[in-house]
């Protein structure tokens, strides 16, 4: 049963636009909502994470939204470029356990030039 | 530089013989932890580590064996491999601070195992 359910698969866009990914979970227990960024033939480092103590978190040109009743998250980046492709995962944990990481089934995203 | 480690980068294997994935770690984190990437299904844990001698099963951990005899290193251990372990292994370490829930989790650049 896969906790954190993550869409769409794949997701193409042109150069400058704002892909959205979105996730959403089941256990109320999650209080840490980490997004992966995955290259090609790389292993995931950590984009931009938030707790669900507030509904928006900026770094850059990315953004993740958080919806606590509605149990969703997403993450949008701005003004997306070629470099951006990759595979991105989301993520769901509980502060205090014994960091398990809870991954959803990742987001290919093209960004044509 | 600070980095986890993985070897092999590539194995092919038959069913049934013994191997052995290493991971260290240069960033004295108390946590490790190994995944499995399949397509569509993202990345499960498979064991994970609070500390030397302290290890713990993760969501898929059959057919799989660790161990934590220094801090550094957590091998994966497949003492049977079958064709369904074919798969891109991923090992990765954090410090771990109870109670915070925001500890990073570095990875290692990955091992593709085949299983024939």
């Known amino acids: 049963q896969q906790q954190v359910k993550q869409s769409p698969q794949s997701l193409i866009v042109q150069k400058g636009g704002i892909p959205i990914i979105n996730c959403a979970y089941e256990?109320?227990?999650?209080?840490?909502f980490p997004w992966y960024q995955q290259f090609p033939g790389k292993g995931p480092a950590l984009l931009i994470a938030?707790?669900?103590?507030?509904s928006e978190k900026k770094e850059g040109r990315f953004t993740i939204s958080f919806n606590k009743s509605a149990k969703q998250f997403s993450l949008h980046i701005m003004d997306s470029q070629p470099g951006d492709s990759a595979t991105y995962f989301c993520?769901?944990?509980?502060?205090?356990?014994?960091?398990?990481?809870?991954f959803g089934s990742g987001t290919q995203l093209t960004v044509l030039p | 530089e600070a980095q986890v480690t993985q070897n092999p980068r590539y194995l092919i294997t038959v069913t049934g013989k013994k191997l052995t994935v290493t991971c260290s770690q240069n960033m004295n984190h108390e946590y490790m932890s190994w995944y499995r990437q399949d397509p569509g299904l993202g990345l499960r844990q498979i064991y994970y580590s609070m500390n030397v001698e302290v290890t713990d099963k993760g969501d898929v951990p059959e057919g799989y064996k660790v161990s934590r005899k220094e801090k550094r290193n957590f091998p994966l251990i497949l003492e049977s491999p079958s064709p369904n372990q074919t798969s891109l292994y991923f090992c990765?370490?954090?410090?771990?601070?109870?109670?915070?829930?925001?500890?990073?989790?570095?990875f290692g650049p990955g091992t593709r195992l085949t299983v024939l």
């Open positions: 256990n109320t227990a999650f209080d840490y």
């Open positions: 990765a370490s954090s410090i771990l601070t109870r109670g915070a829930g925001t500890d990073t989790q570095y």
């Open positions: 938030i707790r669900p103590d507030v």
């Open positions: 993520a769901a944990t509980t502060a205090g356990s014994a960091r398990q990481l809870t």
